[in-house]
């Protein structure tokens, strides 16, 4: 078969294939279209989930009809110089907007800031309109009409409008947090309008709108610098946390990415601290010279490659645990909001009237609509003989406690327990269902898990103890001979030193082998074979091999389990407080070992909203 040269329209159907999945895909190069033209605002409308319509306006700098045309060409752009690793803008490919012209119907309109009149060039299906004057604001409309028109096999691939609409969401929100300066509004029939307002240089601000205002109070600042690669940003406390990963932001010098590489990090620095089936919160900005990473990786642009990739992975996992052993150890504001709507008087009781009554109304019903019971005259016959409505059974209950009384005795001086509330965790005052203390602190209370609580405080005793000192090894009788590629071994063997303190002693064994001599006495019997092979490839994928002290760690995470406070245990006074002060001074304290809250906090003012005063 002859070899032929392809038509420019068959090659931009081919090139969208690549840069234009679905909708979400066109909504993102358009987006940076924008942004790269120095816009304030960019507005984004949608209908069919971005099939039927996809319209981008924004208000930056703009063209002249001569950049129109070339706008629709491939590889023509203006943000690229001759360097290729110097790439400082989100888009430089020229591919975009050929692309999307192959293969729906393209529209653009455009007007520079100090021209009188703008222009209007179209592309439908490969077919070029001549641009013609267009009455436009200053800046550009990049209107996308019945995407994959042209490819309607592409057509089939694509999900329902719903779950198209919703990655519309997801880029924008992406954007939006890349850009805080910048207004966004997201609308159309398939959506219930999304607007951002521009935050200006405040971050936090932004990433309040697009996660929600509970971030801010369970996040923790990160600010690290290691060589040339500066990290910035927001973590999650370890008990904020989320069921799917779609919540873990990363930008590289101001582009939205999704690395496996840097989420891989993120997830190995909440490794002990999120339960297994949950997710970390986190936002991250990092910033190094364009040199030093490769962002033409792939034609959508998700993917970067750092030239040190190790020492980024460092940096994530260093800084994080850094944080959260500085910060995290308080638990999540959630917490107390769910145990708040769980106390709130009435609540299930009037939702429950209002759902088998059609008839309710707040005149006829006992509960007011925030769930708090109306207060109600008391019938006569109460107030006249008060003795008659209490029952014998809630009497005995009640024949244990003092009767009030407004008697003023002389003060007690305070007591230890009593001077204790000035500590972040309070003083203990009671124990029930023997497993959750509650202590009393200077602006609320607080209410521990006693097991849960003792059992972190004793695997990061552990923890200290496995990095204080060699670990205790058994030695084989015979040492076992494992085979390896030769690759493999010199990758592993610059980690011998580190691993033998690990417990874990082996050496090169000729070529292509390692002779594993002794083993961590911590795991019992093991299969040196495997955990060989793992470690190797760890070493070859992250250029580290942390895999064994992971293992570790693991094992006195099990030990400490069993080995801590257990529930149903009576602690006096003093154990409690003890526990308390340990609790305030420890990394960490405010999950246990599986990533669940160790205490919850109440403040006065919320105690005080429950009985609505």
């Known amino acids: 078969m002859a070899i032929k040269q392809l038509s420019e329209n068959l090659i931009n159907q081919i090139a969208a294939g690549e840069v234009i999945e679905r909708p979400a895909s066109a909504a993102k190069e358009l987006i940076e279209n924008a942004l790269d033209a120095g816009a304030s605002r960019i507005e984004i409308a949608t209908a069919g989930g971005g099939k039927s319509l996809l319209r981008v306006t924004d208000n930056g700098s703009g063209m002249g009809p001569d950049d129109l045309v070339l706008s629709i060409r491939r590889h023509c752009t203006s943000k690229l110089s001759d360097d290729l690793f110097d790439i400082r803008t989100l888009g430089f490919r020229g591919e975009a907007l050929p692309s999307i012209g192959s293969v729906a119907k393209l529209s653009i309109t455009s007007r520079l800031k100090a021209a009188s009149e703008g222009y209007r060039v179209a592309l439908s299906g490969g077919h070029l309109e001549e641009p013609h004057p267009a009455a436009v604001n200053p800046g550009t409309i990049v209107e996308v009409r019945d995407l994959f028109f042209a490819t309607p096999a592409r057509l089939k691939f694509l999900k329902s409008e719903r779950a198209e609409a919703g990655a519309i969401t997801e880029i924008v929100k992406r954007m939006a947090l890349a850009f805080p300066a910048v207004r966004f509004v997201l609308s159309g029939s398939d959506r219930s309008t999304l607007e951002l307002p521009a935050t200006g240089g405040d971050r936090l601000a932004r990433i309040a709108q697009v996660l929600g205002r509970d971030f801010p109070d369970n996040a923790i600042a990160i600010d690290a610098l290691r060589e040339d690669v500066a990290l910035s940003g927001y973590a999650g406390v370890p008990t904020f946390n989320r069921g799917n990963s779609g919540h873990v932001y990363a930008f590289v010098n101001g582009r939205p990415v999704q690395d496996k590489m840097l989420m891989g990090a993120i997830r190995a620095a909440y490794a002990e601290t999120v339960p297994k089936g949950r997710y970390p919160v986190a936002v991250l900005w990092f910033t190094l010279d364009p040199a030093l990473v490769d962002v033409n990786v792939h034609p959508a642009k998700a993917d970067v490659r750092f030239r040190d990739p190790g020492l980024v992975r460092g940096l994530v996992i260093g800084a994080i645990r850094e944080g959260l052993s500085s910060h995290g150890d308080r638990a999540s504001s959630t917490g107390a909001d769910q145990m708040l709507r769980a106390f709130r008087p009435g609540f299930g009781a009037a939702q429950g009237e209002r759902t088998r009554n059609a008839n309710w109304s707040p005149a006829t019903s006992p509960y007011r609509p925030d769930g708090f019971r109306q207060e109600t005259p008391e019938p006569a016959t109460w107030r006249a003989a008060p003795q008659t409505w209490r029952t014998p059974s809630v009497q005995s209950g009640l024949a244990g406690f003092d009767q009030p009384s407004a008697r003023a005795d002389q003060p007690q001086p305070a007591t230890a327990e009593e001077a204790a509330t000035g500590h972040p965790l309070g003083a203990a005052r009671a124990q029930i269902h023997e497993n959750y203390i509650i202590a009393q602190t200077e602006t609320g209370l607080v209410i521990v898990d006693q097991h849960a609580a003792h059992e972190r405080l004793v695997y990061e005793a552990m923890r200290k103890a496995l990095k204080d000192r060699r670990l205790p090894s058994q030695v084989l009788l015979i040492p076992e001979i494992i085979d390896l590629p030769e690759e493999d071994c010199d990758r592993l063997m610059p980690f011998s030193d580190t691993l033998e303190q690990l417990g874990l002693a082996f050496e090169r064994f000729g070529p292509g082998a390692i002779a594993v001599r002794e083993t961590p006495a911590m ?91």
């Open 523 to 613: 795991l019992g019997e093991v299969d040196a074979p495997a955990l060989i092979q793992a470690l190797a490839e760890e070493a070859g994928e992250w250029e580290t091999a942390d895999g064994l002290s992971a293992r570790l760690e693991s094992v006195a995470a099990t030990m400490a389990c069993h080995g801590s406070v257990r529930s149903g245990r009576r602690m006096r006074p003093e154990e409690m407080n003890a526990l308390l002060r340990q609790m305030e001074v420890t990394p960490g304290s405010g999950q246990c070992n599986h990533g669940r809250p160790t205490y919850i906090e109440l403040k006065l003012a919320d105690i005080e909203r429950l009985f609505g005063r």
